[in-house]
């Protein structure tokens, strides 16, 4: 296997959910800086411009959750079998997925979205109360004990760490979010998130 990433973007959570599984995989940095996701070599890749991209025996997987269940499928213990949990799982990944990415993103990608520099401006302004309102959500309704599923660690938690590693440096207070800061200590102590610090991957 083969993933392309981007330091401390999404794509880090297909690397900590490899490491949980214990799966060996190559990798190639994508040199956001120099707009190389843009490039036409990358485009062979991922014709979406975006990491993550899990290249698996020739095929070329995108969508970190889509990526990350194929990584639970390899390794059972970090999907569960029982629907009704399974189901909460995948909740809080597309919550990620469809919302609280789409908050992030608004800081640095407004031209996704307008064409003016002001309306930029302004949809930036608007990320710390987005991104709070996310970490309320998250604090509330995601963590069902340290982690997602409770004792132990599903795919959707390494989904999870990523996203709200953008909180602070998206101007969210997360003193008043206790669970949620709990769950990023837990991770933190994970060999896999250590490993992705280690090697850069997560500043
Ligand atoms: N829906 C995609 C979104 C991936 C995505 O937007 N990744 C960002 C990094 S966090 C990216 O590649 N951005 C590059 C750009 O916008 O040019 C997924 O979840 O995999």
Redesign the pocket.
Known sequence: MKLYF?TG???IAVAIALNEAGINYDTQRID?GAGE??SDSYAAINSK????ALEVDGTIL????AILDYIAAQDKRLMPADPLHAAHARSVMYYL?STM?VNH?HKM?GS?WANTEASWADMAAKVPETMTASAAFVEAECLRGPFVLGEHICIADAYLFVVCNWLEGDGVDLAPFAKLRAFMAAMEARPSVQAVRANGMLP
């Open positions: 981007a973007t999404i794509s956001f996701q843009l411009g975006r990491v993550p995108t969508e970190t959750g997925a990415h993103a990608r996704r």
